[in-house]
T-cell receptor, first 118, second 109 residues
Framework: GAVVSQHPSRVICKSGTSVKIECRSL??????MFWYRQFPKQSLMLMAT?????????EQGVEKDKFLINHASLTLSTLTVTSAHPEDSSFYIC??????????????FGPGTRLLVL | GQNIDQPTEMTATEGAIVQINCTYQ??????LFWYQQHAGEAPTFLSY??LDGLEEKGRFSSFLSRSKGYSYLLLKELQMKDSASYLC??????????WGAGTKLIIKP
């Protein structure tokens, strides 16, 4: 149980284009989903937290107009990197949590999406 | 402020035992998590401790002392595939995960 998928696993795009990344919880309902970014050899950096049906909460320094998050259902959240630039190249990882205390607070991670902006 | 401290890097020998420590100072506590992250991959969940004591799961065990703000991850019978980063994370009173920077574990034959 607790499987999270992410699509695509890898994307290469031209500077100025937008890229959409999907995160799905396959066998549980995720009340909360998280989006992280990780640069090579660096720690996970939380970008935003999203609850189904409400606006995402962005961490300080993360531009909400650049990184659009939609959590339309209990099993799907999307991250759109708008007008991507080379400095946005990174490993983007989503995680999902069932919520409601105890073990259900565990975050389960998707396999990640490697974005390369040329 | 909130912070999680763990060693940056550790080296151990195949077949041996290694203990990775994590100390934390957070606003509230709703559990401590350990994750394993292989290079170039996403983290995978290893363990969750919310009460004091030792939780054993196969070759991996995790210990928690809430009064000391301390946890460790114990890996026994080390295998080469255990080479990875190990992330300690604490859930604070707002159910937000506070992440440590991770400990890179290098296993030598």
């Amino acid at each position: 149980g607790a499987v999270v998928s992410q699509h695509p696993s890898r994307v290469i795009c031209k500077s100025g284009t937008s890229v959409k990344i999907e995160c799905r919880s396959l066998d549980f309902q995720a009340t909360t989903m998280f989006w992280y970014r990780q640069f090579p050899k660096q720690s996970l950096m939380l970008m935003a937290t999203s609850n189904e049906g409400s606006k995402a909460t962005y961490e300080q320094g993360v531009e909400k107009d650049k990184f659009l998050i939609n959590h339309a259902s209990l099993t799907l959240s999307t991250l759109t990197v708008t007008s991507a630039h080379p400095e946005d190249s990174s490993f983007y990882i989503c995680s999902a949590r069932g919520g409601s205390g105890g073990f259900q607070e565990t975050q389960y991670f998707g396999p990640g999406t490697r974005l390369l902006v040329l | 402020g909130q912070n999680i401290d763990q060693p940056t890097e550790m080296t151990a020998t195949e077949g041996a035992i290694v203990q990775i420590n994590c100390t934390y100072q957070t606003s509230g506590f709703n559990g401590l998590f350990w994750y394993q992250q292989h290079a170039g991959e996403a983290p995978t969940f290893l363990s969750y401790n919310v009460l004091d004591g030792l939780e054993e799961k196969g070759r991996f065990s995790s210990f928690l002392s809430r009064s000391k703000g301390y946890s460790y991850l114990l890996l026994k019978e080390l295998q080469m595939k255990d080479s990875a980063s190990y992330l300690c994370a604490v859930m604070d009173s707002n159910y937000q995960l506070i992440w440590g920077a991770g400990t890179k574990l290098i296993i030598k034959p």
